[in-house]
């Protein structure tokens, strides 16, 4: 809690803060204050409050400043108290709780304009702080409040106390962060865009549902819940088919008899072996902080971006988890051949089967070996054997005894595709063909104002793939088998008219989208974030360089220096707008008359006033003595008499004056002889 | 080493500044620095760095080189608060040593407005003023006056921090402001020049064993006495104007002399200056002599304000 104390008794006294800044340090904490209260205890909320309430009776003189004593009590109770609803004074959170009450106890014991600087830097690092919470367009948006009235605030502490209105200061404060923008987007467009220097903790993202590395057959039902984004995709070419839209996560090739889950072996960053064949597909996705390291990509991905590997089961994986939005670039080859050579560690792995189970599945497998030798045969078998009997697509399956293969397969037959991929998986393997269940989300909704697809929570899905040699791996997806419309349309088509879309969030945007303009406007606004997501929150590394790199070629230096001196001299000349110098003009001119009856040999003398030299001027030169009177009337006039105006007048008599008079005074003198 | 280079620094402040009465503040004579809260403020755009670069958050870096440009156009805000003032000295009152001198500053805006206008001798003890656009605004500070003689201020410390206090803007103007200072008035027995006005002799040795104030009597208050001598006693007791009067020492052209008083220099010097406040205040013509020089015998404002700049720069005007 540092500068609680920063007054030390023994400096000299800072000056008192004016009122109109107090009232904008008030304001401004409670807008620096309101993103945080979802993220902060409710409690500091109430401390807030109360501290408000204490600050302003204390400049209403109806209350005392808090004693050293009180202080001392409140700092040990905040601290105790963010203890205790954090579970720590670590960590991102806590570290934050610990700030915002900083934020708030500096406000109680403010007493001099040094304190009021203390607090309004602490309220600037708390709206950064707030970003790593909030960083939507609108939260973005609405920090522009506090940190204008931060600004104003401090340069209300300048102001004395007499002369100054609330108002304007907040103006000014505008006007200087207006005047400030341009110069802002240069340093943001050219900045280098470091790595992080040391790891710091993070925001937890521990609410965040999403795909874990193990699966049960009811889990991706509850994920069908979610309409929560996970990534949008945009494609540099045509955008493939949505049954070609598989977005493979991760891979799960150890079966317990009940829960898929990642093998170990995964974990081993060995390259696997693959061929590019075909087109690749260039697509970018900017993906929603995950908790997770897994990137998704559609089949068979490889990106550039650094700390990311291509994994044994072609998945890619990021050193650190998504704990921020993420942006990267992905080139995809659909036909490619993805280790068509035995690799005995793979065969070992992904026929893996518990000893004991489900022994009806095992003799099915057996007999499709026994009639289709071919791996391929087989698992069209199964497919047509999945699509002929009644298999029903649902979110609510019953429960399943110990044998769960057994029972859906033979008995129950409802599931969801984790249950159809769990099953093919389970009988390839029985059948001696290495298999695994491939886990990520499957189609997506295409945004027709922006062209790209943005993937949610209820678009998770498991599908299956199988290896034989030569061949290498090939995916198969069972529930396409089962439930067309699941992948040709999506989830919404698959379920049954008696199962509602989206049943636990009745709030949902994307339940009303047969209303045309609810729709219409859901979609602009999500292309409007996309765009922000994009090319504000995305602008690290790999954008920059890619922006930079289509504009300026590469970095720029003379670029932006020039850029930013060219905007500091455009910004000076608007504020010193030296065209405007009235008073200065008038004299430009009055000194060219001046200079102009110098050359023709009179004099101003020194403390002569402007009518006494052309009187004597038009005593000199009689021919032009008119000329000379109306010029100086009107340079009266317009001086000393305050006429206020363009200066065309005083310019144009002095043009006739010109003409008038004789070029050379060598002439004037034989005119006078 | 400070203390070496300050002649250096005072004379290229001269060449960079000449002294004038009137001087409108323009980039040549404004300099601009940040203050130790810009430097705080630097630290925390530091701190803020580091977060976004830690984070990698787009918003934290937004915001960072948002309140950076703001320190920047800072420079130009900062500038032009002090950038077109026009500062002249008015008028200064002549004061005697140990009193405050008020030296009266006109601070005048010839176009936009400039907001908390710090003036005063040294950076640590400043007035403050504003200068609404197009208007005019006073100041008046206040010197000690230490030594008799010309006083000439010091160069006069405008400056300004407005608006956001990350920056300093000053200017060091040496105005030409000189006020005379009089020396300390200290009572004590007159002065009289001995040997030249027989009558006056007498009367003299009369009044110093006598006392200061030789208190004659009262009379009628006449047209064109000295107010001050109103005996308001006797007027609350409803006696009319009265006027306390000294005849004893009127009717006799008094010359105060240097010679005749004894001490070093100044202490002559305070003694003559109360004689000359004195007599002037009752209104009697009197001579001063110093050494060298001579106003003769006469009374009124004028040669009161002549005697006490006579012996404000005795031996000063070499």
């Known amino acids: 809690m540092k500068g609680f104390w920063a007054t030390k008794p023994d400096e000299s006294p800072s000056p008192p803060i004016p009122r109109v800044s107090l009232t904008w340090l008030l304001l401004a904490q409670a807008l620096v204050i309101v993103p945080f209260v979802l993220h902060v205890p409710l409690a500091l909320v109430g401390l807030w409050l109360a501290c408000t309430i204490w600050r302003i009776q204390i400049f209403r003189m109806r209350a005392q400043y808090p004693s050293t004593l009180v202080k001392l009590a409140l700092l040990v109770g905040t601290a105790a108290g963010v203890f205790f609803f954090r579970g720590g004074l670590v960590g991102l959170d806590a570290g934050a709780a610990l700030l915002i009450a900083a934020f708030i106890l500096k406000m109680l014991e403010m007493k001099t304009r040094r304190d009021a600087l203390v607090l309004i830097f602490l309220g600037f690092f708390c709206v950064v702080v707030g970003y790593l919470f909030e960083d939507n367009l609108l939260w973005a948006l609405f920090t522009l409040l506090p940190i204008s009235t931060l600004l104003a605030a401090l340069i209300g502490l300048q102001q004395s106390n007499l002369a100054s209105k609330p108002g304007g200061t907040f103006k000014l404060a505008l006007k200087l962060l207006l005047q400030a923008v341009p110069l802002m987007l240069l340093l943001f467009l050219f900045f280098p865009r470091l790595e992080p220097l040391w790891s710091l903790p993070q925001p937890s993202n521990k609410g965040v549902t999403g795909l874990s590395d193990s699966m049960a057959p009811g889990d991706i039902a509850e994920l069908s819940q979610s309409a929560a984004l996970v990534f949008r995709a945009s494609f540099d070419g045509p955008i493939p088919p949505r049954n070609q839209q598989y977005w493979r996560a991760l891979t799960l090739e150890q079966f317990d008899g009940r829960r898929w889950s990642q093998s170990a072996r995964a974990q081993i960053g060995q390259a696997p072996q693959w061929q590019k064949l075909g087109d690749p597909l260039a697509y970018s996705i900017v993906m929603e902080p995950s908790g997770k390291p897994w990137l998704m990509a559609l089949d068979t991905g490889e990106t550039n971006l650094p700390e990311v590997r291509q994994m044994s089961d072609f998945r890619l994986q990021r050193r650190r988890p998504v704990e921020q939005p993420l942006l990267y670039t992905v080139n995809s080859w659909p036909q490619a051949r993805r280790e068509n050579q035995p690799a005995i560690a793979v065969v070992r792995q992904d026929l893996q089967l518990p000893a004991k189970g489900n022994p009806q599945a095992r003799q099915w497998a057996a007999d499709l070996l026994r009639r289709y030798p071919k791996p391929d045969d087989l698992a069209q078998a199964m497919l047509a054997w999945f699509s002929d009997e009644p298999f029903h697509y649902t979110l609510k399956p019953p429960t399943l005894g110990a044998n769960s293969i057994d029972d859906f397969l033979f008995d129950s037959r409802r599931g969801f595709c984790a249950h159809y991929a769990g099953a093919m998986t389970f009988v390839l393997r029985a059948a001696g063909i290495p298999a695994r269940v491939v886990a990520g989300y499957q189609g997506g909704e295409l945004n027709p104002d922006g062209r790209y697809i943005s993937v949610r929570q209820f678009d998770a899905h498991a599908w299956v793939e199988y290896w034989q040699p030569g061949v290498g791996w090939r995916s198969v997806d069972p529930t396409a088998a089962v439930a067309p419309q699941r992948i040709e349309q999506g989830l919404e088509q698959a379920l049954a008219p008696d199962e509602e879309f989206l049943a636990d969030s009745p709030m949902s945007a994307l339940r009303y989208r047969n209303v045309p303009w609810i729709n219409a406007l859901r979609l602009s606004w999500d292309n409007v974030n996309y765009g922000w997501q994009r090319w504000v929150l995305g602008y690290q590394g790999q954008q920059q360089l890619l922006v930079l790199g289509r504009w300026f070629s590469g970095f720029d230096a003379p670029v932006f220096a020039g850029g930013i001196v060219g905007v500091l001299g455009l910004i000076a000349l608007w504020l010193f707008k030296p065209w405007q110098r009235e008073s200065d003009s008038q004299l430009r001119l009055f000194n060219g008359f001046e200079r102009l009856l110098a050359r023709h040999g009179l004099r101003r003398e020194q403390g002569e006033g402007a009518q006494a030299f052309s009187r004597r001027a038009a005593l000199q030169f009689p021919a032009q003595a008119e000329v000379i009177q109306a010029f100086a009337d009107e340079f009266e006039a317009h001086r000393y008499a305050g006429q206020s105006g363009s200066l065309t007048g005083l310019r144009r008599r002095l043009r006739q004056l010109r003409r008038a008079l004789p070029w050379r005074r060598t002439a004037l003198r034989d005119d006078r002889h | ?318």
């Not at chain 2, 105005?175 to 200290?186: A, D, F, K, N």
Request: proline letters at 5%; a positive charge.
């Open chain 2, 1 to 318: 080493m400070i203390e070496q280079l300050k002649p250096i620094w005072q004379r290229w402040l001269v060449r960079r500044i000449p002294p004038a009465s009137r001087i409108e503040l323009n980039h040549r004579r404004i300099f601009i620095m940040p203050t130790r809260s810009g430097a705080v403020y630097g630290l925390v755009l530091v701190l803020m760095l580091l977060v976004a670069i830690n984070y990698q958050n787009s918003l934290a870096y937004g915001l960072t080189f948002l309140l950076l440009s703001v320190a920047v156009l800072g420079i130009l805000h900062t500038y032009r608060n002090l950038s077109g003032l026009i500062i002249s000295a008015g008028s200064a009152r002549s004061v005697f040593v140990g009193e405050p001198v008020q030296l009266r500053l006109r601070l005048e805006s010839a176009g936009h407005a400039h907001q908390a206008i710090s003036v005063g001798w040294d950076s640590v003890q400043l007035q403050q003023a504003d200068v609404a656009a197009n208007a005019l605004a006073e100041v008046e500070l206040t010197l000690p006056a230490v030594t008799r003689g010309w006083l000439r201020a010091p160069r006069l410390r405008v400056e300004s921090v407005f608006p956001l206090s990350i920056l300093r803007t000053w200017s060091w103007l040496d105005l030409e402001q000189t006020v005379l200072i009089y020396p300390r008035p200290v009572p004590g027995a007159m002065p009289l020049l001995q040997g030249v006005q027989p009558h006056a002799e007498d009367d003299g040795l009369a009044t110093q064993g006598q006392g200061v104030d030789d208190y004659h009597g009262l009379r009628v208050y006449q047209p064109g006495d000295n107010r001050r001598r109103l005996h308001w006693k006797a007027y609350s007791r409803g006696q009319g104007l009265l006027v306390k009067d000294f005849t004893d020492l009127s009717g006799h052209d008094l010359c105060l002399d240097f010679m005749a008083l004894g001490g070093d220099i100044e202490e002559r010097l305070s003694r003559l200056c109360h004689w000359v406040l004195e007599l002037s205040k009752r209104q009697q013509p009197f001579a001063l002599r110093l050494p060298d020089f001579l106003l003769p015998v006469n009374s009124g404002e004028v040669h009161a304000q002549a005697c006490l700049r006579a012996l404000a720069l005795y031996g000063i005007r070499s």
